[in-house]
């Protein structure tokens, strides 16, 4: 059974720019969650989805943007890419919303120059 | 505020060594406490989890441990390997409702010297 699943794997974007990161969950697991982590730094929370709804918000500009779909996949979405924006970022899959183990997806490296 | 603080920053040790990890937070409700592993460029990988009535969980080479009175787990590795050298991340849980509410340390990184 296939783990969590990010693409791409790694990404260059200059400033201003967009992009969106793809992450499909563990098969049954309802819902998704987005991290950000910069380079010597824990994850830092994002986003949670569950059945298709935002259940939960980090501290994050409104640049930053998620959605999830009817096969419970998600997509994040970054405007307008800043410098410090370069992280990796994380999808993390579950089967609640509550505070049930979540498994990481391999991340996706992205890059802003 | 709730925080976690991992110490030391980062380790260097021999093969075959022991080491431990530490773990303080400030987390309120507690809800669980993992300790993930995490390769360079790639994912966290779960090690364990405990809740606040355990105290002591262990996997092959790694064993958790949880004092919840005064807020601390450690992370003890024994007869390290090469592939251990890894980042070692402690991560907090605060209440059930939801990952919003998952607090996570800095992390450890330890290297494992042949």
């Known amino acids: 059974d296939a783990g969590v699943t990010q693409s791409p794997t790694h990404l260059i974007k200059t400033r201003g720019q967009h992009v969106t990161l793809r992450c499909s969950p563990i098969?049954?697991?309802?819902?998704v969650s987005w991290y950000q982590q910069v380079l010597g730094q824990g994850p830092q929370f994002i986003f949670q989805y569950y059945e298709k709804e935002e259940r939960g918000r980090g501290n994050f500009p409104d640049r930053f943007s998620a959605r999830q779909f009817p096969n419970y996949s998600s997509e994040l979405n970054v405007n307008a890419l800043l410098l410090g924006d370069s992280a990796l970022y994380l999808c993390?899959?579950?089967?609640?919303?509550?505070?049930?183990?979540?498994?990481f997806g391999q991340g996706t490296r992205l890059t802003v120059v | 505020k709730n925080q976690v603080e991992q110490s030391p920053q980062s380790l260097i040790i021999l093969e075959g060594k022991n080491c431990t990890l530490q773990c303080n937070y400030t987390v309120s409700p507690f809800s669980n406490l993992r300790w993930y592993k995490q390769d360079t460029g790639r994912g966290p990988v779960s090690l364990t989890i405990m809740t606040f009535s355990e105290n002591t969980k262990s996997n092959g080479r790694y064993t958790a441990t949880l004092d919840a009175d005064t807020k601390q787990s450690s992370l003890h590795i024994t007869a390290s390997q090469l592939s251990d050298s890894a980042s070692y991340i402690c991560v907090v849980s605060a209440g059930y409702s939801s990952a919003s509410k998952i607090i996570f340390g800095s992390g450890t990184r330890l290297s494992i010297r042949p």
């Open positions: 993390a899959s579950s089967l609640q919303v509550s505070n049930t183990e979540a498994f």
């Open positions: 098969s049954g697991h309802k819902s």
